[in-house]
């Protein structure tokens, strides 16, 4: 653990360096990436001889992620015009519906955009559901064609919707790594002209690279369902590169997640914890359906008491209830008005697939101070004076 001070220094003040420079005050945007199309279209609404838009929104189930970033996107809407401004109702942060619900009431003052009464959908996380729920979906895109654009938030909606069995705009959003889920070709096109999916992908591998040198574990814990969106979702395919570049073992377990029953998610990872830290000197908590605010208490528990450093991959919330560490958003803000203003470039008639897709955000470090005392991890100044957010209790509010 004396071996942390150096390590940690270098790293946090490094990193903090370059995700300035390299992502100025918010992150690398499309603007220095831009395509032709990009600079072609205006974010504007046009007022003059245009008829609202009709938006709808698909997503595999309820997700705390998915709120946030329909949220960030609304407003990021109501900033460029599109939708009259107003105080945007507290939900539960997974009720994506709710929210919904209300963007179609508050909608109807718009003069640009209708979100249809009717157009939210989703699979709430069963098989089943989602193979009638998607051709559903596709079957009104493609044969009554009164969708302008659809939201598809998360892995499994943007699976179901990149494809050639429609042609309306798609923007797909919220997904660990689109490319390796094979929603889309490339970070440079989606392999589809109707089709955008939002990009970071060196996001996680930096979390990871930063964990290891801070912490210098020999075996990682990682638990994660495996399945090929489970292995996206913890993007184990960078984290078994690094693993290999840098001489560390992975050690599996396996959960389940993307399931309509989350009481058997929240089981399974539980059960996992209590493996792994029998096993690893680290873990690198991943997103997934068990790992929830009901379950944290119980995962931060099972961690910190076997004194076993935590990373999550989620951010600065999970940091705050009790996980060592984080790097994450700041906020949504930024990649919500990333976002909206591709919609409304889509919407002035731009095509999605010839709009950039790359949005890196600015990397913002979490430190758990009470988590780093229960480990026996001790911090200096230096250290935490590079860290955007301390927490100083599980639980409590952060400097």
Same mark, same amino acid.
């Given at each position: ?13 490094? %990193? ?20 032709a ?19 709808? #929104? @698909?997503? &595999?189930?309820? !997700? ?9 996107v /609304?407003v990021? %809407? ?14 539960e942060?997974?009720?994506t ?6 963007? *179609?009431?508050h909608?109807?003052?718009?003069? !640009? ?24 979906? /596709?079957?009104?895109? +493609? ?13 499994w909606? &943007? ?27 490339? *970070? ?7 089709? +955008?999916?939002?990009?970071?992908? =060196?996001r ?7 964990f290891?040198?801070i ?14 969106? &489970? ?10 590169? *690094? ?6 073992e ?11 029953? $989350? ?17 690893v ?6 997103? $997934?359906?068990?790992?929830?605010p009901l ?6 528990? /099972? ?28 906020? #949504? ?34 430190? =758990? ?10 911090? @200096? ?19």
């Amino acid at each position: 653990m004396h071996l942390f001070r150096s390590l940690l220094t270098g790293m946090l003040i490094g %990193l903090a360096t370059m995700s300035f420079a390299a992502a100025a005050e918010h992150g690398r945007t499309a603007g220095q990436d831009a395509t032709a199309e990009d600079k072609a279209y205006s974010t504007t609404p046009r007022t003059v001889g245009a008829r609202p838009k009709r938006i709808a #929104f @698909y997503q &595999g189930g309820p !997700h705390k992620n998915y709120y946030q970033y329909l949220r960030a996107v /609304i407003v990021g %809407l109501m900033e460029l015009g599109w939708i009259e401004k107003a105080t945007i109702p507290k939900y539960e942060d997974s009720d994506t519906e709710a929210l919904w619900q209300w963007l *179609v009431t508050h909608g109807e003052r718009s003069k !640009h955009l209708r979100f249809l009464a009717d157009g939210f959908y989703s699979a709430d996380w069963n098989a089943e559901t989602r193979i009638r729920m998607r051709q559903q979906v /596709i079957d009104r895109l +493609h044969d009554v064609g009164d969708v302008d654009l659809i939201i598809a938030m998360g892995t499994w909606a &943007g699976k179901d919707l990149a494809n050639d069995e429609h042609s309306t705009p798609t923007i797909v959003m919220s997904t660990s790594d689109p490319v390796r889920s094979g929603i889309i070709r490339s *970070v440079e096109y989606s392999g589809f002209q109707h089709v +955008h999916a939002r990009v970071d992908p =060196n996001r996680y591998e930096r979390q990871v690279r930063l964990f290891h040198d801070i912490i210098g574990f020999k075996k990682l814990g990682v638990a994660f369902e495996d399945t090929p969106d &489970g292995r996206a979702y913890a993007a184990m395919d960078m984290v078994e590169a *690094v693993a290999k570049e840098k001489g560390f073992e992975v050690v599996s377990c396996h959960t389940r997640s993307d399931i309509a029953d $989350q009481s058997l998610a929240a089981a399974s990872v539980r059960k996992c914890f209590r493996e792994l830290v029998k096993e690893v000197d680290a873990i690198y908590v991943t997103l $997934q359906g068990g790992v929830s605010p009901l379950t944290m208490p119980d995962l931060v528990t /099972i961690a910190n008491s076997h004194r076993i450093p935590t990373f999550s991959q989620s951010g600065s919330e999970e940091v705050r209830n009790g996980f060592l560490l984080s790097i994450s958003r700041s906020s #949504f803000a930024p990649v919500g008005m990333f976002l909206a203003a591709t919609v409304a470039k889509v919407l002035n008639g731009a095509k999605p697939g010839a709009l950039s897709q790359l949005f890196e955000e600015k990397p913002n470090i979490a430190i =758990n101070l009470k988590t780093a005392e229960l480990i026996g991890l001790y911090l @200096y100044a230096d250290v935490l004076a590079a860290a955007d957010e301390l927490y100083h209790e599980i639980g409590g509010p952060g400097l």
